[in-house]
């Protein structure tokens, strides 16, 4: 028998391929199946069995496409609203695989149709447990995500509830020897707290994980629903798509209306992937930078709502084709518009000079676009009189931002103020815009 863990670090996703005897049963599996389909190849294995531990909101599977193409059933629980064929995987079900078997385990909490799933070995012992969304290194699923629940405090606690009933009804019960394998890691927006390991045991996580120490539920409740990440654009959209079941991930790529150069009149969104000095040296109008990096499917799902369309830049061939694959990681191939290279554009960005600034920091507004619990009380990084303004809202709330003075954009590192200083200057006319850029790890402690 013989675990392989396929790890995504732009989505700091992770699944699974179990194989013994040459029969594979795969686990949460990324948009692309290729890897997967290579692993049982490689192997000369056959793919026997797919299963999905909830329907899931970063990412979209490539569960149905893997069904259609390898013939192998699709396993759930039974509460899931799935459209595709599939499988009812809930207690007291086993799927035989070589000479190990899988039962599942009920764990409503971070979703109403959540699961784990127990590796049980060759002997009927339990060996690991991949846990989805449940259950992580250091932490656990956020219970706000589905059904509203990030609206509705009602259902978030109720949700919350479930969780800890899972938690410490059923994981806990398990042997402490036996492996954590969880859905994420470090990075996800699907928890708070997330250790950098990407695997456990269950006896580790009760000694040492904050949110499975000794408390009521109620206690538990309020720990839980505080201070959790935002939730990006995508999320219901893509549960809505796991749900149904994506379309054949190649396909869908090949579908995108590939032209040679973004025509500077087009009305529309443009989405610029290209580096940040690149797109400073001349963009479209009103295009936003979001530099391909580890992060670009989070922010690109963060700042465009699943009803838009957009055109997306990149600035070769090979650069264009990642930008792609990325935006399929979340669903989004199919708001593009077109896709081309960008050679430039007549618009140039205004370069900051970190000098200047520093002798007057009141001559301009500052924008700090943060998320909340690193801006609070402006902390590290942060300048006073700044206006906070996480970049995740800042589409909507441009027009709060003073135009009496040049305005400055600040995250903390550099990425996210490429992404913000293109959208407000991309909106505010006669106003100068400048991304502070890493300067913020020097100039903040001017303030």
Request: aromatic share 8%; net charge negative; proline share 8%.
């Amino acid at each position: 028998m013989q675990i392989h863990q396929f790890y995504d670090e732009g989505l700091a996703h992770a699944s699974y391929a179990i194989i013994s005897k040459q029969q594979v049963v795969l686990i949460d599996p990324a948009r692309n199946p290729q890897p997967y389909l290579d692993f049982a190849r490689e192997h000369d294995a056959q793919i026997i069995a797919i299963i999905e531990t909830h329907p899931h909101a970063d990412f979209v599977s490539s569960h149905l496409e893997l069904h259609e193409l390898t013939g192998a059933p699709i396993y759930i629980s039974g509460l899931l609203r799935a459209a595709y064929p599939n499988r009812s995987f809930d207690a007291g079900v086993l799927i035989p695989c070589g000479s190990v078997s899988f039962r599942a385990i009920d764990t409503p909490g971070h979703s109403p149709d959540s699961l784990c799933v127990l590796l049980l070995d060759e002997s009927g012992k339990p060996n690991a447990v991949f846990t989805g969304d449940t259950l992580f290194v250091g932490d656990v699923g956020r219970p706000d995500l589905r059904e509203d629940a990030g609206k509705n405090p009602q259902k978030a606690v109720e949700f919350a509830k479930a969780l800890y009933y899972s938690l410490h009804e059923q994981l806990a019960k398990l042997p402490p020897g036996v492996i954590v394998y969880p859905a994420h890691g470090p990075g996800s927006l699907c928890g708070k707290n997330m250790g950098s390991e990407l695997q456990s045991t269950i006896g580790r996580e009760f000694r040492e994980n904050y949110a499975l120490q000794p408390m009521t539920e109620a206690e538990f409740v309020a720990l839980i629903l505080k201070e959790q990440p935002f939730v990006p654009r995508y999320f219901a959209y893509d549960v809505a798509l796991n749900e149904k079941g994506a379309p054949a991930f190649q396909a869908s790529i090949d579908a995108v209306r590939i032209v040679d150069d973004i025509p500077f009149t087009v009305k529309g969104l443009v989405i610029d992937g290209r580096p940040q000095a690149q797109f400073k040296a001349g963009h479209a109008p009103g295009a936003i930078n979001i530099p391909d990096g580890t992060k670009f499917e989070t922010w690109l799902g963060s700042v465009v709502a699943p009803e838009e369309s957009f055109y997306l830049c990149a600035g070769d061939p090979e650069a264009l084709a990642i930008l792609l694959e990325k935006s399929a990681k979340i669903g989004y191939e199919s708001k593009i518009r077109s896709a081309m290279i960008s050679y430039g554009g007549p618009v140039v960005s205004a370069d900051f000079d970190p000098d200047t600034f520093q002798r007057a920091p009141g001559d301009y507004t500052i924008v700090d676009i943060r998320n909340p619990g690193e801006s609070a009380g402006h902390g590290r990084g942060g300048f006073s009189g700044s206006i906070q303004i996480p970049l995740y809202e800042l589409r909507e709330r441009v027009g709060e931002i003073p135009t009496d003075k040049p305005i400055v954009v600040h995250c903390a590192g550099g990425y996210r103020s490429a992404i913000g200083t293109s959208i407000v200057a991309g909106i505010v006319k006669n106003v100068p815009v400048f991304d502070m850029g890493t300067h913020i790890q020097h100039l903040s402690t001017i303030s």
